[in-house]
């Protein structure tokens, strides 16, 4: 089943005709995307051919929808569009707009998070790599063939980090991996992950990727004590960050005494998750856990 | 990026808000000249982008301009936690009847913004919050409606502020808005004996991202007091100096942090922070390269690469036209995994550069180049 995208899922890419929507919409296609058209204003009415597929170019998303039923917009727009794009995708009433646009400033991101929130759009990013639930649907720029399908979720800051777990734990695979995004703003956090990874019949067990900044970490592990009955394996990146600098992620940022890996490793132990100290430390903690379940697996 | 206090007050006083007269300089001379049209008597201030200055001797009074003079001498060129003090303001006093503290600040987990606002400004606002939380008045503002008068008026009714600084809060709302700032604050602002509202000291910090709409203030020198962080910016390279002994270079921000951590678990210290990005090209990595190499505290590389949207034998090809432009002077450490990492690792097998070895794990690659920083 997965969290958020499978594969009846319809998706659409604003900004598909440009370098990176083109080169990404090939891959998602390859991936088994259902990608059901292009949006972009200027190319309405044509068409983009992908190796066997054929896409058509919608002038807006609402036409988008009207012509294909589509539910999902991946967003490949300039950071000075991104705005304009996500508040369209949301004014449509699309349930899920995927916002990989690195660099899009703040403000826009506030105002587009808090517009989609109250229409029902659920947003992903901005800054980030996307989901793929392998061998359903991959909607971003995660590559597609890292890790089988599987009963693992992850939920995830940091696109390099997302893929190093996936690589590591390829063989038990992932039911769905969601990169949320390391700007300070974004649109689902953790919690909101770990609630439907909870709900997910096909998810057994959920790795939460965290790094410096904010306290959605801290958030998180007082979540998972109220709400969360799977076991969740957790990693921080971040423990030699000086105080003060922005380690590549624009949130990424440790202020005074906030935002600490230590502080937010202790957060999530004292929930009773267990932290890794590398990724491949806490993929050996996944398949201990798992291990621990089923004592009759192999 | 965060403002000087001379450009904070300058945007303050453009969006309305009253500031007390002052002038900039980096010449003791002119400071004097400063001094005398203001009337004399002046506050010289350090402008250095770091908190702490007063107890650091950067806020001092001078009485004439003789005095303001020789205060600016003894001032510029000064450090104050490692910033260098290139300017001093020069400011006219102003007799303080009672101090607050108001701010606009980006609150992460609620995806908007908040007002801080206290009646005990002047002091650590840090503190206050932290002993008596019951100071500071916190009030989220709806993105879609900003900071009305009606609004103002809640938050300065909330933090015990006089009526009148409601003004001074729909005016700080547009500072943020227009100037696309993820923090104004304004510490303190006063009630002068005369019944006035002033901003006496104000920080800005601005959205890089926003850099393309708002081009005003140029790009961020002050950041990069370190040498080789100047020579990574101009480069184009997102680049942090750490003080340790083992350069890392990676791709995405969480690898890398990650191999910064993994090199400390393992005893030795991570040299800086480098993120060549998705996609690096041959260029990136060269670049990447000379700038590590010329680190003196470098005593060994590590070059920790999963191929996601990047492919390794990319990676690796850049290695090696990197080996052609640099002179690799320190054991290179190479771990490269995902896509097409074994044509990546026979690519680096093919040079066969006597200083290059491979690790086939993150955790290995990080103590073999640990191990080689202690015994170089």
Not at chain 2, 63 to 78: F, I, K, S, V
Not at chain 2, 163 to 173: E, G, I, K, M
Request: net charge negative; aromatic share 4%.
């Amino acid at each position: 089943m997965a969290i958020y995208l499978t594969k009846e899922s319809r998706v659409l890419v604003q900004g598909m005709t440009g370098g990176e929507g083109m080169k990404h919409t090939r891959r998602m296609l390859a991936a088994g995307t259902n990608v059901v058209g292009g949006v972009n204003p200027r190319k309405a009415g044509r068409t983009v051919g992908f190796d066997e597929r054929t896409v058509p170019v919608y002038g807006t998303v609402a036409e988008g929808m009207a012509a294909t039923g589509a539910d999902v917009t991946v967003v490949f727009v300039p950071p000075a569009f991104a705005k304009a794009a996500v508040l369209e995708a949301a004014d449509a009433g699309i349930g899920l707009a995927v916002v990989i646009t690195e660099g899009v400033p703040v403000h826009d991101s506030v105002a587009f998070t808090s517009y989609a929130r109250g229409r029902g759009t659920r947003i992903i990013g901005p800054n980030c790599p996307g989901l793929i639930t392998p061998g359903q649907s991959n909607a971003g720029i995660v590559p597609a063939d890292i890790a089988k399908p599987g009963r693992i979720g992850l939920v995830s800051k940091s696109g390099t980090l997302t893929y190093q777990l996936m690589h590591e734990l390829r063989d038990i695979g992932f039911s769905t991996c969601v990169g949320i995004g390391g700007d300070p703003v974004v649109g689902t956090s953790h919690i909101d992950c770990l609630g439907a990874f909870q709900e997910d019949p096909d998810t057994e067990l959920v790795v939460l990727i965290g790094e410096i900044g904010g306290d959605a970490e801290e958030r998180a592990a007082a979540y998972i004590r109220e709400h969360v009955t799977k076991p969740v394996v957790g990693y921080v990146a971040g423990f030699t960050a000086p105080e003060g600098r922005t380690m590549g992620h624009a949130g990424a940022i440790v202020s005074g005494s906030a935002g600490t890996a230590r502080a937010k490793r202790e957060a999530l132990e004292a929930a009773g998750v267990r932290v890794g100290s590398t990724p491949t430390e806490t993929a050996r903690l996944v398949l201990e856990l798992l291990d621990t379940r089923q004592p009759e697996g192999s | 990026m965060d403002l000087y206090e001379h450009q904070a007050r300058e945007l303050f006083e453009e969006h309305g808000i009253v500031v007390p007269r002052a002038e900039v300089t980096d010449s003791p001379k002119e400071a004097r000249e400063i001094a005398r049209r203001l009337g004399g008597r002046v506050v010289v201030k350090a402008q250095v982008k770091t908190g702490g200055r007063g107890k650091a001797g950067g806020v001092k009074q001078a009485a004439d301009p003789a005095a303001a003079e020789l205060t600016a001498r003894q001032m510029l060129g000064m450090r104050i936690k490692g910033h260098r003090v290139g300017k001093v303001m020069l400011a006219q006093p102003v007799d303080i009847e009672s101090e607050f503290y108001v701010s606009y600040v980006l609150d992460r987990a609620a995806g908007g913004f908040l007002a801080i606002a206290s009646a005990e400004g002047g002091t650590e606002i840090e503190e206050v919050a932290a002993t008596r939380p019951e100071a500071v008045a916190r009030v989220p503002v709806d993105p879609a409606v900003g900071v009305t008068s009606a609004k103002a008026q809640e938050i300065a009714a909330a933090a015990g502020l006089p009526p009148q600084t409601a003004d001074v809060l729909v005016r700080l709302w547009q500072v943020l808005v227009r100037e696309d700032a993820l923090l104004v604050e304004v510490n303190p602002l006063v009630r002068s004996t005369k019944g006035r509202i002033l901003a006496l000291d104000g920080k800005v910090t601005l959205d890089d991202n926003a850099r393309f709409r708002q081009a005003r203030w140029g790009a961020d020198e002050s950041g990069h007091h370190d040498p080789l962080e100047a020579a990574a910016a101009a480069k184009g390279l997102n680049y942090v100096k750490l003080d340790g002994e083992v350069g890392v270079i990676g791709n995405g921000a969480g690898l890398v942090m990650s191999t910064l951590d993994a090199v400390a678990g393992c005893g030795a210290r991570p040299a800086d922070f480098l993120d060549i990005g998705g996609g690096a090209s041959a260029r990136t990595m060269a670049d990447a390269l000379s700038v590590i190499l010329s680190d003196p505290a470098v005593k060994s590389v590590l070059v920790n690469v999963f191929g996601g949207i990047t492919a390794c034998d990319a990676v690796a090809d850049g290695i090696v036209q990197a080996l052609e432009t640099v002179r690799l002077t320190k054991p290179l450490v190479v771990r490269l995994d995902g896509n097409n990492a074994a044509r990546g690792r026979a690519i680096l097998d093919g040079r066969a550069h006597p200083l290059v070895e491979h690790a086939t794990t993150m955790d290995g690659a990080a103590h073999r180049a640990a191990e080689l920083a202690h015994t170089a």
